[in-house]
């Protein structure tokens, strides 16, 4: 009975560790290949962004973002940097110890790419690495008036 017991402890172990393996490689941007690459190098993601959710399109020239750091010690909060069309743009987001918030303005008409840069620490090996995302922000022209 007891080796019973230990065998489904160490199966119980050993599922739940995959389990969570698993919803790693399956969270975050990119695809699998670049998802386990980074999995294995950075560990879990050192920021989440909260907004805009999914494919953004907006019909005014601002959108608002919204970042989450991880908990913990492993955010570098100050290393954070916003690049708006490569234009840094840091200074106009409200920047705290677990996140980012603020209204960016500027927009131009089309895609808009807005990089995200966090450095951390590695889970694995304890070093500094950067974390980055890529997000397009699309603005719809405005319609002519001469249009039928």
């Not at 100050?78 to 987001?93: A, E, H, K, Q, Y």
């Not at 131009?108 to 590695?122: A, D, H, K, V």
Request: aromatic content about 6%; charged content about 20%.
């Amino acid at each position: 009975m007891l080796n019973r017991l230990r065998l489904f402890g160490v199966v119980s172990l050993v599922t739940g560790g995959l389990c969570v393996a698993l919803a790693l490689l399956l969270a975050g941007p990119g695809g699998p290949r670049e998802r386990a690459q980074r999995i294995l190098h950075v560990g879990g993601p050192l920021f989440k962004v909260l907004r805009p959710a999914g494919v953004a399109e907006t019909g005014i020239g601002a959108i608002e973002l919204h970042i989450g750091f991880s908990p913990g010690n492993r955010v570098a909060s100050d290393t954070f940097r916003c690049l708006l069309n490569g234009d840094d743009v840091t200074d106009t987001l409200t920047l705290g110890r677990n996140g980012a918030h603020g209204e960016l303005r500027g927009l131009t008409e089309g895609p808009n790419r807005i990089t995200l840069q966090l450095f951390g620490r590695s889970w694995w090996s304890g070093r500094y690495v950067q974390d980055e995302r890529r997000i397009v922000v699309r603005v719809r022209g405005a319609r002519g008036l001469d249009r039928a």
